[in-house]
């Protein structure tokens, strides 16, 4: 089973070409986004060191990093807040990371303002090795995207996913469905609270991340493969919200259950077909 996590406000994850990725933390122990590596680094992952190469290293070229940092309780600068559609947030830097180096230099021991004035008096681009791990070591995944999303000020609501076991759900080697994509779903949907069927449709085709149906479906259609079968429990804050729906009568609050099987992808029906093997006009 799995559980995304999803932002009510901008985003944490790498941008994309739309704005629901933006939106969305996948939290997950089989699958990472480009935001958070430590999702799969696990608690066992060793603390960043030079020595061991456990830091990540990115490599700035504007002159504004877009990044808040503060002493921390330990000695080291940390980056407490990332400015969005910066740099920093683009190259997917993490809140709460630690700053070890600045070009070469061992930057421990420094206060935050001393960093701050030497990130602006370094040429760019300008190369900084961060502790990305420590803030996050012995947390679940769900727990450490949840973390760092509230570092970011944001409000986070859970999609929980489950696949439905059957040849059709097994793990073939095709083209998974990803933003941008025009889909072909059946699905049926009920209100948890009480298991009243509202909608169902049949070979129901949708744009993904435009917002043609409520957002905790449309991300539990995310990395689906051809024919998989999923089953989907969206709370009231990625359905219909605290108003319901008049046209479906649904209540307010309601938590929503879906069961979804994905038909096709860019036309496309064949399981086992890979992305790269279709036409670049099908791609999509």
């Not at 129901?204 to 995310?222: A, H, M």
């Amino acid at each position: 089973m799995w559980t995304f996590l999803m932002t009510t406000r901008a985003a944490l994850a790498t941008p994309g070409r739309r704005g629901m990725a933006r939106r969305m933390l996948l939290a997950s122990a089989t699958i990472c986004t480009p935001i958070h590596k430590v999702c799969c680094a696990g608690a066992e992952a060793p603390l960043c060191s030079s020595e061991s190469g456990s830091c990540t290293t990115v490599v700035f070229e504007a002159k504004r990093l877009g990044l808040e940092l503060i002493d921390s309780f330990d000695g080291r600068v940390q980056i407490k807040r990332i400015e969005q559609q910066s740099e920093a947030l683009q190259k997917g830097v993490l809140p709460l990371s630690f700053v070890e180096e600045v070009d070469g230099m061992n930057v421990r021991g420094m206060e935050a303002s001393g960093v701050v004035r030497l990130l602006q008096r370094t040429r760019r681009p300008v190369t900084l090795r961060l502790d990305s791990i420590s803030a996050y070591a012995g947390l679940s995944p769900e727990a450490a995207l949840e973390k760092a999303a509230q570092a970011q000020g944001f409000e986070t609501a859970r999609v929980t996913i489950q696949k439905v076991p059957g040849a059709a759900s097994q793990g073939v080697a095709g083209m998974l469905s990803r933003e941008g994509d025009v889909i072909e779903i059946d699905y049926v949907g009920r209100v948890a609270e009480t298991g009243r069927e509202f909608d169902g449709r049949h070979r129901f085709s949708l744009l993904l991340g435009n917002g043609d149906v409520v957002r905790g479906l449309e991300i539990g259609l995310l990395e689906m493969g051809i024919g998989e079968v999923r089953w989907l429990r969206v709370p009231p804050d990625l359905g219909f919200g605290s108003r319901g729906s008049r046209v479906f009568g649904v209540p307010g609050g309601a938590t929503l259950q879906y069961e979804v099987q994905l038909r096709s992808i860019n036309q496309q029906t064949n399981r086992a077909l890979r992305r790269e093997d279709v036409p670049d006009e099908r791609r999509f």
